[in-house]
């Protein structure tokens, strides 16, 4: 029988996040990502598949996209029962799928929405159909709390080069006049060192970050709205979440293992706290 102590110890109510994604046979992005941040991050995490994958280090080798009313059955019943604090949308392919899931939020008022507007893998498969764009920024985009895209990605949705920091002071700016509450448009793809954007709709805060010299890189947009998720669910507010995540998310590339025939790209190491 567990004592008073053990029961002392519990939580008094458990963050919880949902990720809406594709599955990653492979482990390193998509769902899989998400659920190992959201555990290493002490959040508890559900999951809404909206596609499977064939995927290593190395490629996309075959996408099923499963079916919208699938798709949103699966939200239904777990809104329905157990609810959410956060919700973190990946891998949404079509048109027809942001629709669905754009509906959804509107329908159960999930209103702190964290959208990574995921587009290519790591690998350079396209993930996203050209005919999603536009659904994108006009369906989701305006309901999300905040909005994660990397350089290639902010230029698909602003329609113009994102490719210094100008550039992306002014690509933030312009998510949030879709209709967004916030937008980080990561500096990844920088020359130099990465920095990160973020703009809350009155402010820009500027994070630094040093380059990690590493082939282990798959996952690393998943990882970071997924921490950034977690760290809302947990209470912060999304200037901290960001900064909190991006700690974070910079030791587990750092901390990255090798995996696969070293063709491609290992994943960040999600566990890198627990693990020794």
């Not at 999951?47 to 499963?66: C, D, G």
């Not at 005919?131 to 290639?152: H, Q, S, W, Y």
């Not at 282990?216 to 977690?230: E, L, P």
Request: aromatic share 4%; charged share 20%.
């Amino acid at each position: 029988m567990e004592d008073a102590r053990t029961d002392a110890l519990r939580p008094s109510r458990i963050p919880i996040a949902l990720t809406i994604a594709g599955s990653d046979s492979g482990g390193g992005a998509g769902i899989q990502a998400d659920l190992k941040t959201f555990a290493a991050l002490g959040v508890y995490g559900m999951s809404v598949l909206t596609a499977i994958t064939a995927q290593n280090t190395v490629a996309v080798t075959a996408v099923h996209e499963l079916p919208t009313d699938l798709i949103a059955a699966q939200i239904d019943a777990v809104i329905s029962d157990i609810g959410t604090d956060v919700v973190k949308t990946g891998m949404l392919g079509s048109a027809e799928i942001i629709r669905t899931v754009a509906g959804k939020i509107h329908e159960h008022g999930l209103d702190r929405l964290v959208v990574d507007p995921v587009m290519v893998a790591k690998s350079g498969d396209w993930l996203l159909r050209e005919d999603a764009v536009e659904a994108l920024r006009r369906e989701l985009i305006p309901l999300a709390l905040v909005v994660t895209p990397n350089l290639p990605e902010a230029e698909v949705i602003v329609g113009h080069s994102v490719a210094t920091l100008d550039e992306m002071r002014a690509a933030a700016r312009e998510i949030v006049a879709l209709g967004a509450r916030a937008a980080l448009v990561k500096g990844g793809h920088l020359a130099g060192d990465p920095i990160d954007v973020l703009f809350d709709g009155e402010r820009v805060v500027e994070l630094p970050a040093r380059r990690i010299q590493t082939p282990n890189t798959h996952g690393t947009g998943c990882t970071y709205a997924s921490a950034i998720a977690a760290y809302l669910a947990r209470g912060e507010s999304v200037e901290a979440a960001v900064a909190s995540a991006k700690v974070y998310l910079t030791a587990a590339i750092e901390r990255a293992y090798p995996i696969g025939h070293g063709r491609g790209h290992g994943p960040v190491h999600h566990f890198h706290r627990l693990w020794t």
